[in-house]
């Protein structure tokens, strides 16, 4: 069992110690959406207007993750509005709803 518990403890360290942490840029988001029915069911995935290296196809939080609703709530918000945000987010692990290169978001704020 101890055996088991440190192997499962390094797995979840180096997925994060291999994540990139994405420096956000004020931009405009250009699509919000959430998903009802297969592998991304429940997430949230954001697409903006000026993408930053590695984070080309969106943004993403999966379903289950706490901050997902108040994330949803500030896109919402900034979409209706036109107003920028900034979003800050890992580049890994991908989403599993697209091919393309998209970040686990950490951060989304309203820029004034």
Not at 85 to 104: F, L, M, Q
Request: proline share 2%; glycine share 8%.
């Amino acid at each position: 069992m101890k055996k088991t518990s440190t192997v499962l403890l390094l797995m979840s360290i180096s997925s994060v110690a291999f994540s990139a942490y994405i420096h956000g840029v004020d931009t405009k988001i250009t699509r919000v959406s959430t998903f009802g029915k297969g592998v991304v069911t429940g997430d949230l995935f954001i697409q903006v207007e000026d993408s930053v290296a590695g984070c080309e196809k969106g943004y993403y939080l999966r379903s289950e993750n706490a901050g997902k609703n108040g994330a949803l709530s500030i896109a919402l918000s900034a979409y209706h509005s036109a107003a920028k945000v900034k979003i800050h987010a890992y580049d890994s692990p991908r989403w599993p709803g697209s091919s393309g290169n998209t970040c686990e978001i950490e951060s989304i704020s309203l820029v004034k």
